[in-house]
């Protein structure tokens, strides 16, 4: 069965001048335009490819990589804006649309936002909404504390960051726990702290236990020795000053400049560190 807005693997079944037939089942044939086929294939061949509407709204294949898929968020760019909504550039020669109605705020062009990918069972149409909390948390949350998830960085608010995890639920990063710089549009992985009794769920960027001493020890000996031995941090810098340097918690840090002390490598004197040579 075909899946729109997704990847699906189909047989190759024809090859014309202006582009390959592939089997779409009860779809029947789709087309994969000329400039999409691989350079080297043969007829019964299975290529994955990319499934949507084109300005026709009718089932094209692309071997082109958007930027989403349907039942994805991504963070994504207006292109333009009409009487209809708003167009983002999604990867694809057709825009993808945002409906007024799906949007949150008035979207304007150039500017970004996040959105999740969808099939509007009206028009059978592929569209995207910045309505995202309607597509979040509608199932029950069963992760264990420090399961690796994947998530998205949606918005910034004054605890921290929310974000989507395995794009199913929400979650918040706080900021007292993030050492490194992050920015909405970003995905990376992240861990469970906790689902709380109300059923939201804290996040973590590191697992529980996770100690980044060796290769922060590793970090700080490189940056040592491209700054000709010394760097103005110590144990008495602040916490914004050793963030924003190295990424990480003063804690961590104290504990990895203590390793280096022990094993010589650096002495600490009161306005920085400095190489042993």
């Known amino acids: 069965m075909i899946q729109l807005g997704k990847y699906n693997t189909l047989r190759i079944v024809k090859d014309l001048e202006f582009g390959l037939y592939l089997d779409g089942g009860e779809k029947g044939e789709i087309l994969l335009p000329r400039k999409y086929v691989p350079s ?21 294949a692309t071997t ?7 039942g994805e968020f991504a963070l994504l760019e207006v292109r333009s804006v ?14 993808l649309l945002v409906p007024f109605r799906e949007q949150k705020m008035t979207m304007q062009q150039g500017r970004s936002y996040v ?26 949350p069963s992760f264990e504390p420090n399961e690796e998830v994947d998530i998205l960085i949606v918005k910034q608010t004054d605890l921290g960051f929310k974000v989507v995890i395995n794009n199913l ?23 469970i702290k906790q689902v709380r009794e109300d059923g939201k769920i804290d996040v973590m960027l590191q697992p529980f236990g996770y100690e980044k001493i060796g290769p922060l020890s590793d970090q700080i000996l490189a940056s040592l020795r491209g700054n000709n ?8 810098s602040s916490s914004e ?14 504990k990895a400049i203590g390793a280096l002390y ?16």
Request: glycine share 8%; aromatic share 14%; proline share 2%.
């Open 40 to 60: 080297s294939y043969e007829i019964g061949d299975e290529l994955t490819v990319f499934i949507y509407l084109d300005s026709e709204d009718r089932i094209i």
């Open 64 to 70: 082109q990589h958007p930027f989403i898929q349907v």
């Open 82 to 95: 009409n009487r209809v909504g708003a167009f983002l550039d999604w990867g694809l020669a057709k825009d």
């Open 115 to 140: 959105v999740y990918a969808y099939v509007d069972h009206v028009t059978g149409r592929i569209a995207a909404s910045a309505k995202l909390d309607k597509f979040l948390d509608n199932l029950e």
């Open 169 to 191: 639920f929400g979650g918040m990063i706080y900021h007292n726990e993030i050492f490194s710089s992050v920015e909405v549009g970003d995905k990376m992985k992240g861990y």
């Open 229 to 236: 031995g010394f760097l103005p941090l110590s144990d008495k």
């Open 241 to 254: 000053e050793i963030s924003n340097y190295f990424g990480c918690s003063k804690k961590n840090f104290k």
């Open 262 to 277: 022990k094993q010589h490598s650096i002495m600490i004197e009161d306005d920085g560190i400095k190489l042993n040579s």
